[in-house]
């Protein structure tokens, strides 16, 4: 998760605090959170400012279909 964070807060344009919640709330692999800056600079680019932490969280939930929260057996 840590490293996650790190990886997150460095990446997108967010606070070390914002890339802790979405660490703690979504257990990313390298890909994925190279996919959700992706899209985040994609959307920067395409709308002409820097993203939301609620259009980032949306991505995230896209990116991620099955968080700590919603997981079944293992």
């Known amino acids: 998760t ?3 964070t ?3 807060h ?3 344009p967010i606070s070390a ?3 802790h ?3 703690a709330d ?3 692999s390298g890909g ?3 996919n959700i800056v992706r899209k985040t600079t994609m959307q920067e680019v395409l709308e002409g400012g820097v ?3 609620e259009s980032i969280v949306k991505l995230c939930s896209q990116e991620k279909v099955c968080t700590k929260s919603n997981r079944i057996g293992f």
């Open 2 to 4: 840590s490293k996650n």
């Open 6 to 8: 790190l990886s997150l």
């Open 10 to 12: 460095d990446a997108l």
């Open 17 to 19: 605090e914002q890339a």
């Open 21 to 23: 919640k979405l660490a």
């Open 26 to 28: 979504f257990d990313f």
């Open 32 to 34: 994925e959170i190279d």
């Open 51 to 53: 993203p939301t932490m």
